[in-house]
């Protein structure tokens, strides 16, 4: 079994609301997997499902080779978009309650509190109240009692809201090292940058749908337009710009160059060979900027909506 979770044309309405709509995803094994969507496009119905929390209409899903059940919830970790701490108890108290919910001994919910705590350098939070805590440190709290008991999957829902930029490079990080430790990640977030540090595997729904899903590299292949975003510094750049033109799709680019370069995106056709167009360039003049305009998780995500 090379997948660890798969949802079979999962359905679900709420009234005369469909929120799911025959969705179907596979999560494998030891993956970051970026569930993406617009604003109320079923996202996080599907992550209530999969933990339960709500039972859909149709379809199911499988969890390690079999259908969901009660007992699969320790095998879950789930940090919500919304958080859930008491505001007014104590930061180590409320921690040990909540890996104690997870199964785990008053001694070794200690033990690994002591770790976590220490890891993120908190160790001297224990006695706070959440109430005296910012967002972003409630959220690396949050974050501790979710990956606590070591569960096969993590689901993470907006994971870095709060955080200024140190600490989401440092709660980056530790997902990428759960990873490699052999958690498989559910990663749901609106920061495109971060599905591109991220994400092994993407799916896309909106209004219910799955409208995208596979492997980011090869998505990224399937969206890219062979075009090429060039400067040059030549001895006339407007006679070399008519010269491209007329063999080439040509539009301005806009980025930043030490000197005053010739910026233009070429767009090749499926026979033209980037290479020759690279000679071509070498031959007028001085190549100061060669790039092939791979499409961002940021530009696939809005065309495929757009396009839908």
């Known amino acids: 079994m090379n997948n660890l979770l798969e949802a079979d044309s999962v359905s679900k ?169 052999g958690a498989t990640v559910i990663f749901s977030t609106h920061r495109m940058e971060s599905v591109e540090e991220l994400c092994d595997q993407i799916a896309l729904i909106h209004e219910s749908n799955k409208i995208l899903d596979g492997k980011l590299t090869d998505i990224k292949k399937e969206f890219k337009t062979n075009t090429f975003e060039i400067g040059i510094r030549a001895s006339n750049n407007l006679l070399l710009e008519k010269e491209l033109s007329e063999k080439f799709m040509v539009s301005p680019a806009n980025f930043k160059s030490l000197g005053d370069d010739l910026k233009l995106n070429v767009k090749l056709s499926q026979n033209d060979i980037p290479n020759d167009l690279l000679s071509f360039l070498t031959s007028k003049g001085d190549v100061s900027h060669f790039v092939e305009l791979i499409p961002s998780a940021n530009d696939i995500f809005i065309q495929a909506i757009k396009n839908n």
């Open 13 to 181: 309405k709420f009234g005369n609301f469909t929120a799911l709509n025959q969705v179907s995803i596979s999560v494998p094994k030891g993956s970051i997997f970026g569930l993406l969507g617009p604003n109320g496009a079923g996202k996080t119905t599907l992550i209530r499902i999969i933990n339960q929390i709500t039972m859909p209409d149709q379809g199911q899903v499988i969890l390690d080779g079999e259908p969901l059940q009660t007992h699969h919830v320790k095998d879950i970790g789930y940090l919500p978009e919304e958080r859930g701490l008491y505001k007014s108890m104590k930061v180590g108290e409320q921690a040990m309650y909540l890996a104690r919910l997870k199964g785990l001994s008053k001694s070794e919910a200690k033990k690994r509190l002591k770790y976590w705590f220490e890891r993120l350098d908190i160790g001297d939070w224990w006695d706070k109240k959440i109430q005296e805590l910012s967002k972003g440190m409630a959220q690396k709290i949050q974050f501790i009692v979710t990956v606590l008991h070591e569960p096969k999957l993590l689901i993470f829902d907006e994971p870095f809201s709060g955080f200024d930029p140190i600490n989401a490079i440092l709660i980056k990080d530790e997902i990428l090292r759960l990873r490699e430790n």
